[in-house]
């Protein structure tokens, strides 16, 4: 066993024990987790990190950390916020779009909100000749943000959605969108979600992943391939031969701070690369609650740093 075998057979011994004593973590310890897939706290540190991954060719998405606001004036703030970032992208003529979660911009709360809140968002990113991708979070959003999505489609041409392969009900949602050309970023899913609803096997996951992705690509929707999954990547290296589709007809994604090999391999075949950036305040908060729901990220990142600390 490699010594990064190890650390991965570490950390799923030690997965429950992290997820327990996660609150007691000292804000320190927890940026030392974070500030690796994480801008910083502020709109130039954001900026920063852009400009260098535009730089060194790739693409980015922003986002600004937070979900689940508890007062309208909170998701009113997001909405403003991200008009500001839409502002600041395109004065310094940055490469990069926005994605937003709906829980951030008041879904929770009253849907009308958020929908106000979202067009506001859409109506600058369309001033500023951008786009925006509305994120899919746990199932309890997924039919409001379905609904969201095709109301703001019908006044916006700029906006796009996600769809995760490990729903049981995606290749169904899927076809309900087929009539709108939609713009749809494809992912596994982040969230632990019932078995009756959700595959939990790895190679299920991947298995419907690839039968979602033939299905969009059959249906001549612009799909972001987002995954880090070296079996998945070659998989879609093979549908996109296929389709015969050119580099300007999808796109691939990655989380920033998940340095992988797969991103040299994917530039060498001339496909566009994303990088997803998050940034804000509320990166605390955002961690804990992220290492909570799902330790698998926990591990991912502390492979990420044993491999870091090893090379
Ligand atoms: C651009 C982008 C946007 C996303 N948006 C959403 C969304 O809107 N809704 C949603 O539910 N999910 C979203 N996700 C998360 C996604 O659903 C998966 O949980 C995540 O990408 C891990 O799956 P994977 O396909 O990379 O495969 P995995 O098999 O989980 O990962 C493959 C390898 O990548 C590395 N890796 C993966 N994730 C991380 C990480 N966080 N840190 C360090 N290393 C990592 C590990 O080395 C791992 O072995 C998004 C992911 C990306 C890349």
């Known amino acids: 066993m490699t010594g990064y ?19 007691l973590v000292p804000k ?23 400009k260098d991954l535009n730089g060194a060719g790739f693409l980015a998405a922003t986002s600004i950390l937070g979900e689940f606001v508890h007062k309208g004036i909170q998701a ?41 809140n979202v067009k506001a968002v859409l109506k600058t990113a369309d001033e500023c000749n951008n786009f925006v991708r509305i994120d899919m979070e746990d199932s309890t959003c997924i039919d409001d943000t379905i609904a969201i999505y095709k109301r703001a489609r019908s006044e916006f041409e700029n906006v796009g959605m996600v769809i995760q392969a490990c729903m049981r009900r995606s290749l169904n949602d899927i076809q309900a969108l087929k009539g709108i050309q939609a713009n749809i970023r494809l992912c596994k899913g982040i969230y632990i979600e019932p078995r009756e609803i959700a595959f939990h096997d790895r190679q299920n996951i991947r298995n419907n992943y690839e039968a ?22 070659e998989a879609t290296f093979q549908l996109i031969e296929q389709f015969r589709l050119s580099p300007s007809q999808c796109e691939f994604q990655m989380l920033y701070g998940v340095e992988s090999d797969l991103r040299q391999s994917i530039r060498d075949k001339g496909h566009r690369l994303r990088i997803a950036v998050p940034f804000g305040p509320n990166w605390y908060p955002y961690s804990i609650r992220r290492l909570r729901k799902n330790p698998t990220i926990a ?6 740093l044993f491999k870091k600390y090893r090379s």
Request: glycine share 6%.
């Open 5 to 23: 075998e190890n650390g991965e057979a570490l950390m799923d011994l030690f997965n429950p024990a992290i997820k327990a004593m996660l609150p």
């Open 28 to 50: 320190p310890l927890v940026w030392q987790f974070a500030r690796s897939y994480i801008a910083g706290e502020k709109m130039s540190d954001l900026v920063n990190i852009v």
């Open 76 to 116: 009113e703030a997001a909405s403003e916020e991200y008009q500001d970032v839409l502002t600041t992208i395109n004065n310094l003529g940055l490469d990069s779009y926005v994605h937003i979660k709906l829980t951030h911009l008041g879904l929770k709360l009253d849907k009308e909100l958020c929908f106000a």
């Open 212 to 233: 979602l992705l033939r299905e969009l690509l059959s249906a001549g929707c612009y799909v972001g391939i987002a995954t880090h999954d070296p079996w998945l990547v």
């Open 299 to 304: 591990k991912h990142v502390l492979k990420a």
